[in-house]
T-cell receptor, first 109, second 117 residues
Framework: KQEVTQIPAALSVPEGENLVLNCSFT??????LQWFRQDPGKGLTSLLL?????REQTSGRLNASLDKSSGRSTLYIAASQPGDSATYLC????????FGAGTRLTVKP | DTGVSQDPRHKITKRGQNVTFRCDPI?????LYWYRQTLGQGPEFLTY????????KSRLLSDRFSAERPKGSFSTLEIQRTEQGDSAMYLC???????????????FGPGTRLLVL
């Protein structure tokens, strides 16, 4: 059974710092991996999707990498801003989508 | 089109009552998914539809839960004889039938938060 783990569970940084969120999964037989953002009490917003054949994807200040063989992905956020404060979830897909519990990020002004 | 919508946004009910939630997906999306999310956890897959056909159901979906998508557009999720353990956020997502990398993205609604007293 696929297990997805995200470390750390919570992270607090001052504005302007670069940071890395980690995601690991136990079964490397995935179709793709996706990073989402969730604001409190809201639905999920897709940030980046990496196909299993890809190594990374970039969008603005966000960069996601995928090492399928080791079962790991990282989400790099450059020059963090208070508006980046949210919970970040990673999810892997084969037949269905399995989510981690998320990392709750707080960026302090 | 403004995205996936869900109704109601919040529902408080007493144990034993039935509740029904509605999801309106993005209009051209063939696939519609239901998830349940409890506090501090990621969403858990419940079921999905391709057009009007319900193709997969999770073991989380007990016989008290039923989902429909009668015309391949909006979907309803009904929970009968609610229990306190059903308290959670119920999320709906939709996507186009896979036709390329961009079509792999699921678009989520704002969710319905259920509290069973």
């Amino acid at each position: 059974k696929q297990e997805v783990t995200q470390i750390p569970a919570a992270l607090s940084v001052p504005e302007g710092e670069n940071l890395v969120l980690n995601c690991s999964f136990t079964d490397s037989a995935i179709y793709n991996l996706q990073w989402f953002r969730q604001d409190p009490g809201k639905g999920l917003t897709s940030l980046l999707l990496i196909q299993s054949s890809q190594r990374e994807q970039t969008s603005g200040r966000l960069n996601a990498s995928l090492d399928k063989s080791s079962g790991r992905s990282t989400l790099y956020i450059a020059a963090s801003q208070p508006g980046d404060s949210a919970t970040y979830l990673c999810a892997v897909r084969l037949n269905d989508m399995r989510f981690g519990a998320g990392t709750r990020l707080t960026v302090k002004p | 089109d403004t995205g996936v919508s869900q109704d109601p946004r919040h529902k408080i009910t007493k144990r034993g009552q039935n509740v029904t939630f509605r999801c309106d997906p993005i209009s051209e999306h063939n696939r519609l998914y239901w998830y349940r999310q409890t506090l501090g956890q990621g969403p858990e897959f419940l079921t999905y539809f391709q057009n009007e056909a319900q193709l997969e159901k999770s073991r989380l979906l007990s016989d008290r839960f039923s989902a429909e998508r009668p015309k391949g557009s909006f979907s309803t999720l009904e929970i009968q004889r609610t229990e306190q353990g059903d308290s959670a956020m119920y999320l709906c997502a939709s996507k186009e039938l896979a036709g390329g990398p961009q079509q792999e993205t699921q678009y989520f609604g704002p969710g319905t938060r259920l509290l069973v007293l």
